[in-house]
């Protein structure tokens, strides 16, 4: 069950819906191209292609750029679990970049460091993924700057930012990406149940997209190998079924009439947030970097537990109590079951309360030292990747592996 967020519907969505319900075309009808054509146009994309749920984007993001075993593709940990599991889904092989800590998506100064890495030892990147996390649009400019010096894909995990603004500029996830991937989820800020989209510029990428939510299968003339009659069809790839149905598009089609309302609450309650929190040294506000117009999917709060005297547990208990639902976001994904196994994650924990201080904080000489020894380390041992975690220090953690 989810209990941190709620979707919300007036008659004019339910109206909509019922209308397709009794129209001639429940699924694979008009309402899925006027649905595309509506999102184009406030996304600024040159194509669209919507699915059944972000994840299936995800996927398809993957098989439209050909991930196959032995690339690599850069993300962040910090994302719902379908960012780095499309990765997986094609034989690729994800790498983790560690978070900004002001912003929380994907540090740019580590990402390029990565990358030099593994073009020093010839190993292929095939694309890097962002998100956008919470609804604060990542450092885009110099995301692109890096995917065009290094001639690598970019991919803009849009899911939380439906509606924020980076320099000014709504469009930019279109305008910097090379593929932008949308989820509508009954949470999202505008929703259809379940569903997603794709957007791009490249018209190769979006004729594969929609080819390959289909089965595989065309119907389009100009695309076929022959055609026999008007009863022909060619499966010209093997695809899926992630198509969306009509009603769910025609609900998109009003609640994207409202996205403008929605953002605005969003807002307005994200400030009444900050007016509660700022300055109560037990939690650590969202901040939002200069040119940026979050649009709050999400209101990601840092919690002190030790100054709040409470245990993450116990608070839950009571907010909930309180009909007060909590969530958090997320539990980073190398530390899940499944990629701790899969890549023999190693997680260790270092109090560094003992070091020695230097004006009143850790020596960063010392961090270097630390880090060299920990390497060496890594270099003996079978585990692919170890993450350091420094308790009574400021956040610096970094993801290092025999690698790097």
């Known amino acids: 069950m989810i209990n941190y967020g709620r979707h919300y519907l007036d008659s004019d969505d339910i109206e909509s819906v019922v209308k397709t319900l009794k129209s001639d075309f429940i699924t694979q009808g008009p309402y899925i191209k006027k649905f595309e054509n509506a999102l184009k146009k406030k996304i600024r994309s040159k194509y669209c292609s919507v699915l059944s749920n972000g994840t299936a984007a995800l ?17 962040t940990p910090i994302s719902f679990l379908s960012t780095s599991n499309c990765i997986l889904y094609s034989g690729a092989t994800p790498h983790f970049v560690d978070i900004d800590n002001l912003s929380y998506t994907i540090d740019v100064n580590k990402l390029e460091k990565k990358i030099k890495f593994f073009k020093s030892s010839n190993k292929k990147i095939s694309a890097i993924i962002a998100t956008d996390f919470a609804g604060h649009p990542c450092d885009w400019k110099v995301l692109k700057s890096i995917s065009l010096k290094y001639n690598i894909y970019l991919v803009n995990d849009n899911c939380h930012a439906i509606g924020s603004s980076y320099h000014g500029d709504t469009g930019y996830a279109a305008k910097y990406a090379d593929l932008v991937t949308h989820s509508y989820h009954a949470v999202k800020h505008i929703t259809t149940g379940e569903g997603g989209a794709i957007f791009t510029k490249h018209a190769s990428i979006d004729r594969k997209i929609k080819l390959l939510r289909s089965h595989g299968v065309t119907r389009e003339a100009r695309q076929m190998f022959s055609n026999d009659g008007p009863w022909y069809y060619e499966m010209q790839e093997l695809g899926y079924n992630y198509r969306i149905t009509d009603f769910q598009c025609s609900l998109g089609l009003t609640q994207l009439k409202k996205l403008n309302k929605f953002l605005k609450k969003r807002r307005e309650i994200a400030k009444i947030y900050n007016n509660e929190f700022r300055g109560d040294d037990r939690f650590v506000i969202p901040k939002t970097n200069k040119n ?53 994650y190693k997680f260790i924990e270092i109090d560094v309360e003992h070091f020695p201080r230097l004006h009143g904080r850790t020596s960063y000489n010392f961090f270097d030292k630390l880090i060299i020894s920990i390497k060496q380390f890594l270099s003996k041992t079978t585990s692919t990747s170890l993450c350091i975690v420094l308790k009574g220090f400021p956040l610096r953690m970094e993801f290092l592996s025999p690698e790097s």
Do not use: C, R
């Not at 409470?310 to 909930?320: Q, R």
């Open 292 to 344: 940026i117009h979050h649009s709050y999917h999400l209101y990601p709060l840092l919690v002190k537990f030790e100054k709040l005297k409470i245990k993450k547990k116990e608070l839950f208990k009571k907010m909930a109590k309180k009909k007060i639902n909590l969530q958090v976001h997320y539990i980073p994904i190398h530390l899940q079951p499944f990629y701790k196994k899969k890549y023999n």
């Open 59 to 75: 996927h398809l993001v993957g098989l439209s750029l050909g991930w196959k075993p032995g690339d690599i593709v850069l993300t």
